[in-house]
């Protein structure tokens, strides 16, 4: 038996696929990860009913999950805007880093009234991480320098810089413990009512919002898709590819910063180092998973904080090592990667029974 594989290239992509690709992709995922849930002696269905039938069916998992959500999708977005454009963005937690420590900054040491300090805080934030983002942005614009090289260089910058303050100039409050002042109690998001989460989740929404009103309905949205689906035909059209990648970095940039002035007003009242469990790098899944568009960055995001907040149930519960939930996002890359690969190549699988040469064939008997 002879197998052959055939790869052809689509013309038209089922429209199945297309919108099925991030449910297949999750459930992948899921599936490869129940191999090393039964490796860990766990029964995947009871763990993965705790991790998601528990945590969304209980009103303290509801609000952890929101509250996670929050950096999550802002630093999905600020992935996700460079992606339409065509070009990556990995840096998404320097970015957070840089606008958590202008952020913390002002919430300690300007004294104004909350419907003042807290705009203010989160204005601060989002240019503080708008112009680290902008660095390799006007590189790519200006000199075509490789964004994953400089973005990514650009974190472990962001990072240090914030450690070294909270060891130094900005250190506070703490003793010889790492860290920064608190922030001042106007400085601080107010809790909704209802739904006991704090008022950055509104903010989420919204950046999700003008988003997904800035890609669909503006001129600039449009040009940002045209350039990341053929950057030769825009500069052909009259579009400056350039002021594109600019904006696009700048814009992902400032959601990130203000993802990280809202883990610090929300959550943790003060900048300490290492504060954030790599909600940047936890981004480019999320943008990848809903790389079609704003609401379904969203929908990624309330998934990985999902996993967050299930997964540390699981530790718990279960004592399954706390490194599972980044398997599962590896294996989400992995799946989704796969999927790109169906939806641009469709594969012929064929078994062909292998034919014995007749006389007077070459091979055959003389």
Known sequence: MNLSVELEARE????????????FTVVGALALSAVALVALSVNPVA????????????PFGLRQ????????????????????AGLWNVGAEGQLYMGAVVGTWIGVNVSLPMVALV?????????????????????????????IITTLLLTFVAVQIASYLVRGPMQGGLGNIPGSAELLDAA??????????????????????VTAVLVARTRMGFEVTFVGSNPLAAAQAGMSTAR????????????AGIGGFSEISGVQGRLR???????????IPIAL????????????????????????????????????????????ILCLITAEFFKRYSVDVQLAEERTPTDGEPGGAA
Do not use: C
């Open 188 to 209: 601080k998001y107010p809790t909704i009512p209802v739904l006991e989460v704090h008022a950055g989740f509104l903010v989420g929404l919204l950046a999700v919002a």
């Open 273 to 283: 180092p290492a504060f954030s469990p790599d909600y940047g790098f936890t981004a």
């Open 289 to 332: 998973l809903g790389r079609n568009g704003a609401v379904r960055v969203l929908i990624a995001a309330v998934f990985f904080a999902v996993l967050f907040v299930g997964g540390s149930r699981l530790e718990v519960s279960y004592g399954v090592p706390a490194a599972l939930v980044d398997v599962i996002q590896a294996l989400v």
């Open 47 to 58: 763990a993965y009913g705790t991790m998601f039938v528990e945590t969304l069916t209980n």
């Open 12 to 23: 038209d992509v089922p429209a199945w696929l297309v919108y099925g690709t991030p449910v």
């Open 244 to 255: 594109v990648y600019l904006f696009v970095f700048l814009v992902g940039g400032a959601f």
């Open 119 to 147: 705009p203010l805080a989160i204005l601060g934030a989002g240019v503080a991480g708008g112009i680290w983002a902008g660095i390799p942005g006007y590189l790519r614009a200006k000199w075509d320098v490789n964004e």
């Open 65 to 84: 999950t929101a509250t996670r959500t929050v950096p999550l999708v802002l630093t999905g977005l600020a992935v996700y805007l460079p992606l339409r």
